[in-house]
């Protein structure tokens, strides 16, 4: 797999300290930019605790709370990578601390993972074409359009990359084509002959030289002190157009919409996504 040098996020996440928490009333501790950073002492600092119903359920996919459970922290726990892209995190009174800092909000929040919660983001493009097969190119920058299968979340009604959480054990290769196959193509409940017919197209392309676009932290809505997104996101180029780009698109259990949507700068998009398009626009020398 080709891979780039990963681009600096901004300095200080910004969508983890959204005023108010995904999905809930709570609102979060206000963190000013010169407060974000761990090491500046901050005795007022004083976050609200939340962890969702949903992850307090016990699900499959999340921990118990500290305290009823013992995690080893920074390292492979049994099939749960606890590791973070960025190296090594402090642990606090046996909780591990957010690497970029403060977000006003202690606990897990949505996430299932004390730590690292670990994603997987496939961008598969295309180049937009007219109604005779031509590549189109941008009124303005003269570039050629790509265009990347997004999903429109029903969470927050954002543009997204459909991506999804690396299951405990799973190589990430792994994941990529399964989120895409479920998120995006909605394999789960296609007919058998659809979906053979699905995943050899899929197989097709997953197989062939992605571009690793970004390795490490999102600064996504949900992050609390506690717990985090990081992710992996792989470009699957589909050049000449006859893989998956002639597969019908539907929505699968995150998605409000599925569609093949121009990359451009305009658009706004979920989470670190516009930062991910961008890299991908400028190895593909295309419009952005």
Not at 81 to 86: G, I, K, P, T, Y
Not at 241 to 255: H, I, K, R
Request: aromatic share 10%; hydrophobic share 35%.
């Amino acid at each position: 797999m080709s891979s780039t040098t990963t681009m600096p996020i901004l300095a200080h996440h910004l969508k983890s300290r959204c005023p108010q928490y995904p999905g809930s009333e709570i609102q979060r501790f206000p963190v000013p930019n010169d407060k974000v950073d761990w090491q500046i002492e901050w005795p007022q600092y004083t976050p609200v605790n939340y962890t969702a119903p949903a992850v307090l359920k016990k699900p499959t996919w999340a921990d118990p709370e500290i305290g009823s459970f013992s995690a080893s922290f920074n390292t492979l726990d049994m099939s749960v990578d606890r590791r973070s892209h960025e190296g090594d995190y402090r642990v606090q009174q046996g909780k591990p601390l957010n690497p970029h800092g403060r977000t006003g909000l202690t606990g897990r929040g949505l996430l299932g993972r004390w730590g690292p919660n670990h994603a997987a983001d496939p961008i598969v493009t295309r180049w937009k074409r007219d109604p005779k097969g031509k590549p189109v190119s941008h009124k303005v920058s003269k570039l050629p359009v790509l265009q990347f299968v997004s999903i429109k979340r029903k969470d927050c009604g954002e543009w997204a990359i459909p991506g999804g959480m690396v299951d405990p054990g799973e190589l990430v290769s792994l994941t990529l084509q399964r989120e895409f196959s479920e998120e995006a193509l909605n394999s789960l409940v296609a007919l058998p002959a659809d979906k053979e017919k699905i995943n050899q197209r899929i197989a097709q392309l997953f197989n062939s030289p992605g571009f690793q676009v970004y390795k490490g932290y999102v600064d996504d809505p949900r992050n609390t002190d506690n717990s985090w997104m990081e992710t992996v996101a792989v470009n699957f180029h589909d050049e000449t157009g006859n893989s998956v780009s002639e597969l019908p698109l539907q929505a699968g259990d995150d998605a409000g919409s599925v569609h093949w949507v121009d990359l451009d700068s305009a658009l706004v998009f979920y989470a670190s996504h516009s930062h991910f398009l961008e890299v991908v626009a400028r190895e593909r020398h295309a419009h952005w």
